[in-house]
């Protein structure tokens, strides 16, 4: 079973938006199974560290080029999209913080198992409107 599925999230009407959220569930499974055999005694712990690292690259990546087209595009209701994404980052360098004082990828690890939660809320109810007006002001653009 996956930590999280690609049904779970609505599909964006900007094929970017969508790309990133894929890729996303991609790393976070990814995550989740080398947790798995990290615990068994499978796989390095320089494997799972590897894929964080990744998480924490495509994350910053993914808010980044959001926050870039609703800048692009005055989307009206950018200051709010951001503060969450904020927030969410806030909590992600929380947990790194422990990960690195402890020495304890736990720390990490659970955190992650525990974000499909809220990307799906985030997706659903932030993402969404927010790719439906990205999608038609390019529309319009095109117009132009
Ligand atoms: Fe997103
Ligand atoms: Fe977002």
Redesign the pocket.
């Known amino acids: 079973m996956a930590l999280v599925y690609i049904e779970q999230v609505e599909e ?1 009407n900007l094929e970017q ?1 969508q790309k ?2 894929e890729d ?1 569930i991609e790393i976070l499974n990814a995550i989740d199974k080398l947790a798995i055999y990290h615990e068994r005694g499978e796989a390095t712990e320089e494997e799972l560290v590897a894929k964080i690292d990744e998480y924490i690259e495509h994350v910053h990546q ?2 980044a080029s ?1 926050e870039n087209l609703m800048q692009k595009y005055d989307f009206p209701k950018y200051d709010m999209h951001k503060t969450a994404h904020d927030m969410f980052l806030e909590e992600l360098d929380h947990a790194i913080k422990y990960w690195k004082r402890y020495e304890d990828i736990t720390k990490i690890t659970n955190f992650i198992r525990r974000t499909p939660e809220w ?1 799906v809320l ?2 659903n109810t ?2 969404l409107p ?1 790719s439906t007006y990205l999608a038609k002001k390019m529309e319009q653009e095109k117009e132009l």
């Open positions: 964006m938006m990133t959220h996303e993914h808010f959001e990307i985030h997706v932030v993402d927010t």
